[in-house]
């Protein structure tokens, strides 16, 4: 997606470590890449998680 066409998208994806300095309104974030527990990996995904304005969802991956 084109930044300059970003604030007419309806949906916006992007990864973790382009999200850094960004805000939308809504973030979903999928945590299956809390794969070895290394600050690194909690780091970018604070990053993520931190992305929203009013409503953030952390889809779970289910263990089988």
């Not at 995904?45 to 991956?61: G, L, Q, S």
Request: proline content about 2%; hydrophobic content about 35%; charged content about 25%.
């Amino acid at each position: 997606l084109c930044s300059y066409m970003e604030p007419e998208a309806d949906v916006v994806m992007t990864t973790a470590h382009k999200a850094k300095g960004r805000q939308w309104s809504q973030v979903h974030v999928h945590n299956d890449f809390l794969t070895n527990d290394s600050q690194e990996e909690k780091n970018i995904y604070y990053v993520a998680i931190t992305r929203a304005i009013h409503v953030m969802y952390n889809a779970v991956k289910r263990k089988s």
